[in-house]
């Protein structure tokens, strides 16, 4: 149980941030073009949320065990 549930949490806190990665990067390249890029700037917010989010869950577990 530990290990898929740790292999679990490692791919959907890695994927993610990924989305972090991709959202702020993308909205930079829009910016720079003259484009909005708020769609990709309300996905890095909220993928950082959740990744946030993520990361004081398991912080919260490995504390309480």
Known sequence: EVIWVGLLAGVA???TYSFVVL???SYA???RA???G???AALAIVAFVIFI???V???KVMLSK
Do not use: C, N
Request: proline letters at 0%.
């Open 38 to 40: 708020y769609g990709w």
């Open 13 to 15: 806190l890695t994927t």
């Open 57 to 59: 869950f398991g912080v």
């Open 53 to 55: 989010a993520g990361m």
């Open 29 to 31: 390249e829009a910016r």
């Open 34 to 36: 003259g484009r909005g």
């Open 23 to 25: 959202g702020s990067g």
